[in-house]
């Protein structure tokens, strides 16, 4: 198999920039989300009546450790409601505050095909997400897992989130093929997908969670059909990587970078 030549090693080691505020502000998030991941953890192995506590009826009686979880966690999602300017572009560029017109007139057909193409896409996305969470939910109904187990694939999709926003993500990778999450087509349906398992927990904390996540998709939704130039970068030169401040590809663009070579020597070598 042939070796990565030196000058496209240069080329990978050249994509990394100086870390953003916002990069070193979702490290920290994905190293916090881990670390609530691993108290889950903890709990359903050693005590797993605290973990389901979450979703009992005496969640509302008292005010405990398990509120300022929930209160994290919904914090999390207003500022996507009411965007932040500490969270990344890929959810603020709906806002009409960090629209940029370009100055030569776009295409608007060009446009309108990025939309359609973008929503076959996305819709293909959602029927992957609830065919693969369909297979949990069956295990629940039947009595094969709990709550505790719903609980713990929720938090897991948590940090997975993050983890898809900053190192890999299998639907940009695999379907949307978008280059960086600054333009993701479906940015703001994370929360949708984090919570998906609490829907089948009849509780408030479960239900609270998972209706608000939809709340962030339905209102993403409208704006994407309502004002689809603020999601495409050839009618937003806010999203166009020479305008970008995020910056939150310092590691996944390297990743793809090394992944592209050693695809293309893989291929080269078999032929």
């Known amino acids: 198999m042939k070796k990565i030549k030196r000058p496209d090693l240069e080329k990978i080691k050249n994509i990394k920039r100086p870390n953003s505020f916002t990069f070193i502000l979702y490290m920290c998030r994905l190293v916090f989300r881990g670390l609530i991941l691993l108290a889950a953890v903890y709990l359903y192995f050693a005590?797993?009546?605290?973990?389901?506590?979450?979703?009992r009826d005496d969640f509302l009686r008292t005010f405990d450790w398990r509120h300022v979880i929930w209160l994290v966690l919904m914090f999390g999602m207003i500022i996507h409601i009411l965007p932040a300017k500490f969270i990344t572009m890929g959810s603020r560029k709906s806002s009409l505050n960090t629209y940029t017109e370009p100055t030569a007139h776009y295409d608007s057909d060009?446009?309108?095909?990025?939309?359609?193409?973008?929503?076959?896409?996305?819709?293909?996305?959602?029927?992957?997400?609830?065919?693969?969470?369909?297979?949990?939910?069956?295990?629940?109904?039947?009595?094969?897992?709990?709550?505790?187990?719903?609980l713990l694939l929720?938090?897991?999709?948590?940090?997975?989130?993050?983890?898809c926003i900053l190192i890999f993500c299998p639907f940009q990778s695999l379907i949307m093929k978008n280059r960086c999450c600054v333009?993701?087509?479906?940015?703001?349906?994370?929360?949708?997908?984090?919570?998906?398992?609490?829907?089948?927990?009849?509780?408030?904390?479960?239900?609270?969670?998972?209706?608000?996540?939809?709340?962030v998709?339905?209102?993403?939704?409208?704006?994407?059909?309502?004002?689809?130039?603020?999601?495409w970068h050839g009618s937003n030169t806010t999203l166009q990587c020479e305008n970008c401040k995020d910056r939150i590809c310092q590691?996944?663009?390297?990743?793809?970078e090394m992944y592209r070579h050693i695809s293309k020597n893989i291929q080269d070598y078999l032929k």
């Open 47 to 55: 005590h797993r009546d605290l973990l389901v506590s979450f979703v």
């Open 154 to 163: 929720s938090f897991l999709y948590f940090v997975s989130d993050m983890i």
């Open 217 to 231: 998709l339905i209102r993403w939704e409208v704006i994407y059909a309502s004002h689809p130039e603020r999601f």
């Open 251 to 256: 590691i996944k663009q390297p990743l793809k």
């Open 183 to 215: 333009n993701c087509r479906i940015f703001d349906w994370g929360h949708f997908m984090i919570y998906t398992p609490l829907l089948f927990i009849k509780s408030f904390f479960s239900w609270s969670l998972f209706f608000t996540a939809c709340i």
């Open 110 to 150: 060009e446009l309108y095909r990025f939309v359609q193409i973008m929503n076959v896409k996305a819709w293909k996305v959602m029927l992957i997400w609830l065919c693969f969470n369909a297979v949990f939910a069956v295990l629940y109904l039947f009595g094969v897992i709990g709550n505790a187990e719903m």
